[in-house]
């Protein structure tokens, strides 16, 4: 993630520029072409042109049309999940948190409608023209706890300058990016994977050439089939050699694929070189084009086939941003349910957690859909962003018709027993990484505390705090997905990692059991009764 300085500024908006600029030009350029009867300049121009103009016209706008269709939504939740749920968020409901979902004007005031519009979307999955009358006791018991923390009166009726925020209701925002890109996507991914084949990890995926776009050929000639054959999702597994100490599966985030991760993985693997690192892929938010994310279950159902097929039994669980959501499903549902099928980790126990940069976390705080989807971007690490995340094709369909909010939630109290570890940005441009420090500590004066530690100062460490078994990572001159970028950074990353892995070597020597290893063995006890 670049910076905030002018030269970088001036940069990314004329990168942006000259990439949007590629297709309405290649059209141009044949249109003229045509009047002079050849080709103008060069027949490899004209060629290039006709490829860039068909990929706008028969790959991009078709797409743009067929991407608008309306999200599945998971089966609706009972009034008992929805009240519990609800009474979770009010725990943390602030002003704030209720008027950012709603874009309007300085000083325009919600109405009681609009919080209707919003929570029919939010709680229910619905259009306010689909409501049922026998909601309307439960939505007027949530508007008037909402009332309570908005500050003022909430007016009868509905203000028209209002527009709440309905992530997988709204329109699928995206911005065409030309063929060209699409190439250098390939050779980034080709380069990556160069890298991660010296270090030591195999491929996995299905030998098909034409699933994703663009082709992926040095995988599709050198991957070894994958050992998910129901969904073959792709990954990297770098194999486990040690009895005594636990493999790690890491879940990326939204961007290039595992690029920026390169050299934290070549870390991890140096540290602890018998340790097991199996990366998965998650292509439709790589800059693919791609089949859609898998919903909740057929991904936790599919990363445990994965592991299964390995021998990994117990694993540590790193996951960095939209990854931090995957480890949500997978270390929530460990303490819902022992059926297998559903429960992944009924034979994959992950005791312990680190969460990167964690989407999660207060997820009915407006921050992150606003951040990445409706934002108009201004500073430069915005810009980047905008163009090179948010509003790639795939990439927007995954959250605005696949990623449902309440899956993905996940409260303090979610963790027990489980030893997690949490990394934070203080300049987070995606998450409210202040208000989720805060959370996660408890702590009620935040600018305080960070006047007392001296945040913001040049070269600050990260501050930590640990409680209960719970770890937070501070950082607080870092953006989102910049603790990969120097060493310094990915220090206390590495050193957790280092700690989990080694749990079970620490456990015998001791000869103690820890409450999550207690929690585990109940949970396998139970389903070797079933």
Not at 99 to 109: A, D, H, I, T, V
Not at 302 to 323: D, E, K, P, Q
Not at 345 to 352: D, E, Y
Request: net charge neutral.
């Amino acid at each position: 993630m670049i910076g905030h300085s002018r030269p970088e500024y001036v940069f990314i908006r004329i990168a942006i520029l000259a990439l949007r600029l590629i297709a309405p030009l290649s059209i141009f350029y044949l249109v003229v072409s045509y009047r002079a009867a050849a080709f103008l300049w060069s027949p490899f121009l004209g060629v290039y042109a006709v490829v860039e103009a068909a990929f706008f016209l028969n790959v991009y706008l078709p797409r743009r049309f067929y991407l608008q269709q309306d999200a599945k939504h998971p089966p609706r939740m009972s009034r008992a999940e929805r009240e519990a749920l609800f009474h979770k968020c009010a725990d943390t409901m602030t002003s704030e948190s209720i008027s950012g979902w709603f874009l309007r004007s300085p000083g325009r005031q919600i109405w009681r409608d609009n919080v209707v519009d919003w929570l029919l979307w939010a709680l229910f999955s619905v259009r306010n023209s689909d409501t049922h009358s026998e909601w309307e006791d439960e939505l007027d018991y949530y508007i008037t706890v909402m009332g309570e923390h908005v500050g003022y009166p909430l007016r009868p009726g509905s203000n028209p300058e209002m527009q709440c925020l309905r992530l997988t209701m709204d329109s699928v925002h995206m911005v065409h990016r030309p063929f060209v890109w699409y190439m250098i996507v390939c050779f980034v991914d080709t380069l990556t994977s160069i890298a991660l084949y010296i270090q030591g990890f195999t491929h996995y995926n299905t030998r098909k050439w034409l699933h994703v776009f663009p082709p992926r050929p040095l995988l599709s000639l050198f991957s070894q089939t994958s050992r998910d054959t129901e969904t073959n999702i792709p990954y990297w597994y770098r194999p486990h050699r040690s009895p005594t100490k636990l493999p790690i599966l890491f879940i990326h985030g939204i961007g290039i694929g595992l690029l920026p991760y390169v050299a934290f993985l070549r870390e991890l693997a140096a540290q602890d070189p018998d340790v097991g690192i199996l990366a998965i892929e998650i292509l439709p938010i790589s800059m693919h084009i791609a089949a859609p994310p898998l919903a909740r279950d057929p991904m936790c159902a599919a990363i445990t086939r994965i592991l299964n097929a390995h021998g990994l039994s117990r694993v540590v669980l790193a996951g960095h941003s939209y990854g931090t959501v995957i480890s949500a499903h997978l270390m929530r549902r460990q303490w819902a349910s022992v059926d297998p099928p559903l429960n992944p980790l009924a034979h994959a126990q992950q005791p312990l957690l680190l969460l990167i940069d964690p989407v999660p976390f207060l997820l009915h705080y407006p921050a992150v859909a606003y951040n990445f989807v409706y934002r108009q971007p201004r500073r430069a690490n915005e810009w980047q962003l905008w163009y090179f995340a948010s509003r790639d094709a795939d990439t927007a369909r995954a959250l605005s018709r696949h990623f449902f909010w309440y899956e993905c939630i996940l409260f303090r109290e979610d963790r027990r027993p489980m030893p997690v570890t949490v990394s934070l940005a203080g300049r987070d441009q995606i998450v409210d990484a202040r208000a989720v420090r805060a959370y996660l500590t408890g702590s009620k004066d935040l600018e305080g505390e960070g006047n007392a530690a001296g945040e913001g100062g040049a070269g600050q460490p990260p501050t930590r705090w640990a409680q209960n078994g719970l770890e937070v990572f501070y950082f607080p001159e870092l953006d989102h997905a910049t603790v990969f970028d120097t060493p310094r950074d990915r220090a206390p990353l590495l050193g957790a990692l280092r700690r989990f892995v080694r749990q079970d070597e620490e456990e015998e020597e001791t000869g103690s059991e820890t409450g999550a290893d207690a929690a585990v063995a109940r949970l396998v006890d139970v389903e070797r009764s079933i």
